[in-house]
């Protein structure tokens, strides 16, 4: 990216407090389950997590994926795949996909449950530790997996069940309280993402030059959603001259002169298209896009 001078809020305290939450936890854990957002699967996961969860067995939660690109999410499912995680694609606010976890963690954690059967061990309850970004849809997947109503209190006689649970069915519980992970902003790309899907504050960036890269991102890989969006003849491609921010802004132009948004002098108000752009985009009025691959990576 051309542009230096992005300003990202870093709160080391919350990751130290997901540390020690890990930490005392993992021991009473049998999985550990990572929300991610579909749309942008590797900027908003936290690599730390990977040494923090010590070789537990992982699930992957592709949440959003109303918003993403199916196709790519099929993509980002197989390569989650291959690197041993259970996957689960949904989307946590209609609750498309929640009913498949209990089999997910179950899959995942075939071995164990059948040595435990081997053993007479059939009772033993299994339990997962919840894992996202903030805003990433932790507490609406859990209450929609748990189904809420009944998750908060089972008074099945004679079984003591602590507060921290919260139990799915008879022999599976989650960890009540999702740990927060912050994003690694390892490179610029990852905090862009992360602003665009509004998991961080739009005050990263100033918003024309974060609706130039969206625009120049949008433009690139959807051309003809982006058209259609913005009633636009053909979206042209970027010149080998033209950096990102400039291929940005003329699109935001065109879109913004398809809007009627005019300042004096006939001037595009590029920066209340860019406002436009974000929302839409954020609201999902654009479509459906997937802002990073695993090819690209
Ligand atoms: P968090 O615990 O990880 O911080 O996230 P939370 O569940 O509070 O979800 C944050 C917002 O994202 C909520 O919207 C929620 O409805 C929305 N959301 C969660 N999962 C999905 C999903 O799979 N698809 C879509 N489209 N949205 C999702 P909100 O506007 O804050 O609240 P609400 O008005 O939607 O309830």
Redesign the pocket.
């Known amino acids: 990216m051309e542009e230096s001078g992005m300003h990202i809020q870093w709160y080391p305290g919350h990751m130290t407090k997901t540390r020690r939450m890990i930490a005392e936890q993992l021991k009473n854990v049998d999985a550990v389950c990572e ?1 991610l957002d579909a749309r942008i699967p590797i900027s908003s996961r936290n690599p730390d997590v990977d040494e923090l969860t010590a070789g537990k067995p992982r699930l992957v939660v592709l ?5 993403a690109d199916a196709e790519a999410t099929r993509r980002w499912g197989a390569y989650f795949r291959g690197r041993g995680f259970a996957v689960l694609e ?4 209609s609750g498309r996909g929640t009913a498949k976890f209990a089999a997910a963690v179950r899959e995942l954690l075939a071995d164990k449950l059948q040595a435990y059967a081997e053993k007479g061990q059939t009772g033993r309850v299994v339990r997962v530790m919840i894992l ?1 970004i ?8 859990i209450n929609k997996v748990a189904g809420r109503k009944t998750a908060k209190a089972e008074d099945r006689p004679g079984v003591t069940r602590s507060k921290q649970w919260v139990p799915i069915d008879r022999g599976l519980e989650l960890l009540d309280t ?1 740990g927060i992970l912050w994003p690694k902003f390892e490179d610029q790309s990852v905090g862009l993402n992360l602003a665009y899907t509004g998991a961080v504050k739009d005050d990263i960036l100033d918003i024309e030059t974060l609706g130039c890269h969206l625009m120049a991102y949008l433009g690139g890989h959807y051309p003809e959603a982006l058209a259609a969006a913005y009633k636009l003849p053909a979206i042209p491609e970027r010149q080998p001259e033209e950096n990102t921010v400039a291929y940005g802004y003329g699109l935001l132009e065109e879109a913004g002169r398809k809007r009627g948004f005019l300042i004096s002098g006939g001037e595009i108000d590029t920066e209340r298209m860019a406002r436009i752009l974000l929302d839409e985009f954020r609201g ?1 009025k654009l479509g459906r896009f997937t802002l990073e691959l695993p090819e690209d990576l």
């Not at 949440?63 to 918003?67: E, F, G, S, T, V």
């Not at 949904?90 to 606010?93: E, I, L, M, S």
């Not at 903030?134 to 997947?141: C, I, R």
């Open positions: 929300i949440n959003r994926a109303d918003q949904c989307d946590a606010k996202g903030p805003n990433v849809g932790k507490s609406t997947f999702p999902g």
